[in-house]
């Protein structure tokens, strides 16, 4: 008898969370987006596999793409001869044909491809980094906010406003002036703009679910502050909260671009696609190569996340 | 209504005092600094230790931000020592060129994105709706970094008719201002795009467009004498808070093109340490964005009668 008030099994944590994604194979918009996120992810994973030359090894300057590397075997380049510079080339077995400029070398003679390729390590690991860690900050204070009401809400509402108020790259610009640059502040930096907007968002949904049976129903149970905020209205607001965070995710990547091209940005020489674009920006009337490139790599990442979210906007609108 | 204007504008000055504080700590909290700043890393203990003694440095810190602010509100922003003058000399200069780019922008974001939502809103899910959707997303995955070389590249480098430069040197020039205004215009109208077709397609769902609809009123008439009206209201406030993001993005435009701007100059200020034009233009951008932000609010209250008395 027991059967007949026996609830239906709860989906697993995972099937809740990845739901959304599985979903996905019905739009079209967003499986471009989802090819488009993981063709960088390979390409940041197998990045030394891949990479035709090392990233920051000065090689031949000024090459249009697709030239080979040497021209000549006895071509000599700083006064040594070109194969032995290929041979050096680590993985590199041939000792003559050490390979083609697929995309050209920039100013230094570096490759363009190779820095692109390991450009996206960086960039994948500090833009989902940084964004993750203002979700951290900005889901607590939001949740609490938006639930309790009363004066944690008055005083994180005028904080935010008062950090919102300012024209984002103005306050990036402010912040690094002022601290030394270093990738953790950086990330610090993206955190405490981004913080205030997740807060705003999340505020508004918990003030919208507060109001809920299941909210009320664990209140009566006497439940604490923090499993009505983490287990009852977060697993709630996961949908809005999840296309927000693919398209805060592509913006926080213009964002670090956007540091990287104008001399805010991570430290040289690893390869970072912003600063290969600003590099690039003096030779673009006769070299296009070196801006061009990087800035396709950055627009279809960005693109990738934008079309993923909208994917999982119309999955989501759908049920 | 006079009773919001003056909230509006309360918190608005409120805001803008917190941030003129914050700006004033983060560049001023240290006095040796600033000295040092001023004079030049090469300068020495005794000077920095005069020059801070005759500027009033060695006050305490409440006293030097309430003079700081005072000199600040009668326009006396201090003196720069990149340009070597005052700085409402450059400031004000770099602040019109700016002002030229944006009113550029914005006179052809607004038209550009509010036909294109109207026609994507008016009907939903149509075949118009979905491509102007994913060419708007298109152009917002394009930052300014990005698009600003492509575009260059296209005009400049493949077609040869426009300059790659708008540095304004021989005066001003149109064909200058182009390429500026294309690469803010095209990252922008996307956003104002997609917010206007939400708008618009939630008034095509009211009941007033249905009761249109079945009086058998002509589509067209539908449309601009019920639709548009209701739907152009929050796209308003939405173009309002794209100065915003514009005062961001001019940024990256005015040092790619070697654009005489406020953003350039706020990044030259930047790079150099000349705290003084830092402040004067931090404490501007904020007050435009502010600014702006409080009058797209009083303005959404004058332009919707529903919310206009509670």
Not at chain 1, 85 to 98: E, H, L
Not at chain 1, 108 to 137: K, N
Not at chain 1, 172 to 186: D, G
Not at chain 1, 247 to 272: E, S
Request: charged share 15%; glycine share 8%.
């Amino acid at each position: 008898m027991a059967d007949a008030f026996s609830l239906p099994k709860r989906p697993s944590l995972a099937v809740r969370v990845f739901g959304p994604f599985l979903l996905l194979r019905e739009s079209w918009v967003g499986m471009i987006g989802l090819s488009l996120v993981l063709f960088w992810v390979l390409v940041a994973l197998f990045a030394p596999v891949l990479a035709p030359f090392p990233p920051n090894a000065p090689l031949m300057a000024l090459q249009v793409p697709g030239a080979d590397y040497p021209t000549a075997p006895s071509t000599l380049i700083d006064g040594v001869p070109a194969a032995e510079i290929c041979a050096a080339i680590p993985g590199n077995a041939a000792q003559v044909d050490c390979g083609t400029f697929w995309l050209g070398t920039d100013l230094v003679g570096r490759d363009v491809l190779s820095r692109i390729i390991f450009g996206a390590q960086q960039v994948l690991i500090y833009a989902p980094l940084a964004t993750f860690l203002a979700y951290l900050v900005g889901i607590p204070m939001g949740l609490w906010a938006g639930y309790s009401r009363g004066m944690a809400d008055a005083v994180f509402s005028f904080i935010s406003n008062v950090i919102l108020s300012f024209p984002v790259l103005v306050l990036y610009v402010l912040i690094l002036v002022t601290l030394p640059r270093s990738a953790a502040i950086i990330v610090a930096a993206v955190v405490f703009a981004a913080a205030p907007g997740i807060f705003r968002i999340v505020r508004g949904l918990a003030m919208d679910l507060r109001a809920r049976e299941y909210v009320a129903a664990a209140e009566t149970r006497g439940e604490p502050l923090w499993y009505i905020l983490f287990m009852e209205i977060l697993p709630n607001a996961r949908g809005p909260l999840i296309v927000d965070a693919m398209l805060r995710l592509g913006y926080v990547i213009i964002t670090i671009g956007t540091l990287a091209f104008i001399g805010l940005g991570m430290p040289p020489p690893d390869p970072d696609w912003g600063r290969m674009i600003a590099e690039g920006r003096t030779t673009i009337n006769f070299m296009p190569h070196m801006a061009l490139f990087p800035c396709l790599a950055i627009s279809s990442l960005v693109l990738g996340f934008n079309l993923l979210a909208d994917g999982l906007r119309e999955v989501s609108l759908r049920d | 209504m006079l009773v919001l204007v003056a909230r509006r504008f309360g918190s608005m000055i409120l805001v803008m005092l917190v941030v003129s504080m914050l700006t004033f700590l983060a560049l001023e909290a240290d006095p040796g600094n600033v000295a040092t700043k001023v004079l030049g890393p090469y300068s020495t203990e005794q000077q920095r230790d005069i020059w801070m003694e005759r500027n009033g440095y060695n006050d305490p810190l409440p006293e030097r931000y309430l003079r700081w602010l005072g000199n600040f509100l009668q326009g006396d922003f201090g003196e720069s020592t990149r340009f070597r003058t005052d700085v409402a000399d450059v400031l004000w200069p770099r602040l019109g060129n700016t002002a030229i780019l944006a009113v550029a922008t914005m006179a052809l974001v607004i038209p550009l994105s509010l036909v294109l939502g109207v026609l994507a809103g008016m009907r939903e899910g149509s075949a118009t709706d979905r491509t102007i959707s994913v060419v708007s997303i298109f152009t917002t995955s394009i930052p300014e970094i990005a698009s600003a070389p492509i575009l260059t590249f296209i005009f400049v480098f493949l077609l040869g008719i426009l300059p790659g430069t708008s540095s304004f040197q021989d005066g001003f020039s149109i064909t200058q201002l182009i390429l500026p205004t294309l690469v803010l215009v095209l990252y922008d109208f996307g956003y104002v795009t997609r917010m206007t077709r939400a708008s618009m397609a939630e008034v095509m769902t009211t009941n007033y467009i249905r009761t249109a609809t079945l009086k058998g009123l002509p589509y067209r008439r539908i449309i601009v004498k019920h639709a548009l009206r209701n739907a152009l209201i929050a796209p308003f406030t939405v173009v309002m808070l794209q100065i915003n993001w514009l005062l961001s993005g001019v940024i990256v435009v005015e040092l790619f093109f070697a654009y005489k701007g406020f953003g350039a100059l706020l990044l030259e200020a930047a790079l150099n340490q000349d705290i003084y034009v830092i402040e004067a233009c931090a404490m501007i951008a904020v007050f435009v964005a502010v600014g702006t932000q409080a009058l797209s609010d009083i303005g959404y209250t004058v332009l919707n009668p529903r919310i206009r008395f509670n």
